[in-house]
């Protein structure tokens, strides 16, 4: 057996000037690379002319390849003796099934690392020069997921609400424009209307959208602004600080 490796690097949230000098060193080094659909073009032109380029998308709502199927090249590539770069975008420890793939990998004898990327949730509050944890409006932030696996129970998003309120915590909630509605209900309970928060289309990228709202208006602004995924939402006081970023977010805003 060939001693290839297999390394998961975070590709970032799109924008290929985020991509950390390790990421990128990686990239360059590979001779396979799996490449996750929301991975940009800009990124993978780093890799080299004769590297193997695999797509291997997996957006909810759209057709994806299954996940055996990602792990099973993964192996036997690395079993060969490639270099292999299972590029996602964000970071693969936050939503990118990286902790899957790593034991996967380890419990097939690869050899595997990992290498960290700005997640979108960050890059999406940077975009519009608030901060995700701030003294004066929150004492922590949870990163969440708005989209449950088949079969798995749902979050409890009422719990989360009372624990945001009580707490003072800024939610991210990544996936979750689809069940805006049913989220915002749910916070409700506990959060009240005014609340501000955000919502991020394709964050760092040059067609990014967003709109600054309140809890009580976002599911009707989700649907009125027509935003879709990928999206994040920034749920919390820390919004508030969009405001004082001046009007060049404030153009930026979803015509």
Known sequence: MNTGKVTLVGAGPGDPELLTLKALKAIQGATVLLVDDLVSN??????????????VGKRGGCKSTPQAFIEKLMVMAAREGENVVRLKGGDPFIFGRGGEEVEHLRTAGV?????????????????????????????????????????????????????????RLTLVIYMGVSSAARIQADLLTALPPDTPVAIVQRASQPDQRHAVTTLGELAATVE????????????????????????????????
């Open 224 to 255: 009125r602004e027509a935003l879709a995924s990928p999206a994040v939402m920034v749920v919390g006081d820390v919004v508030r600080c969009v405001a004082l970023a001046g009007e060049a977010v404030t153009r930026q805003r979803v015509a």
């Open 111 to 167: 050899h595997v690392e990992v290498i960290n990327g700005i997640t979108s949730g960050l890059a999406a509050a940077t975009s519009l020069g608030m901060p995700l944890t701030h003294r004066e409006h929150a004492h922590g932030v949870v990163f969440l997921t708005g989209h449950a696996q088949k079969g798995a129970e749902a979050l409890d998003w009422k719990s989360l609400a009372t624990a945001a309120r009580d707490a």
């Open 42 to 55: 800009e990124v993978v032109a780093h890799a080299p002319k004769d590297a193997r380029i695999v797509y």
